[in-house]
């Protein structure tokens, strides 16, 4: 079975989204802010700060190559994956990548002064819209499929992915 990825910006979901398809369909689930947490015993959002974004990126491309190779059947990543080109080429290859598209407003609201997401402290909301726009390219670019993600529930959404892959 190919893996179901899960992409989106910070705060669209992805993490509880794949817990409940992993939960709903007792598939196994893998993250890569936890995995990359795991590997060097501090947390994602602290090993960020800790080696900068482009080590980040990095780290986080070799972290779903593994996952991706190992066929782990629900993945979700962190919401700068796509920022990396290396990582864009592996998604593109390919065929179950999921974007959750949540409006900008709902992100940050859900992201806003959270400590353990250094951008969402580290940049204003207005910086933070602009990668935001950015990003929107690139999910687009990468996604087989996109989904409304903005006013439904995990449950919800859990449901229409299972269905559509
Ligand atoms: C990041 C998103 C975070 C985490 C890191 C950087 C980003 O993951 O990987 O803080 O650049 O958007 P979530 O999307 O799970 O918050």
Redesign the pocket.
Known sequence: MMSIVLIG???AG??TVAQTLAKTYSLDFAD??LQLGRQFAQP??DL?RRVGEDQ?REY?YQVMQQMLADATPIIAT???II?SPASRVLLQQEKKVIWLNVDYQTCWSR?AGDQT???ATKLSSSELQERFKVRQKYYRQVADLEISATKKSPQQLAQEIWRLT
Do not use: V, Y
Request: overall charge negative; charged content about 25%; hydrophobic content about 35%.
């Open positions: 910006f910070m705060g992805k993490t890569t802010d994602a959002g960020l980040f986080e962190g919401g700068g920022e992201i997401r250094p951008l």
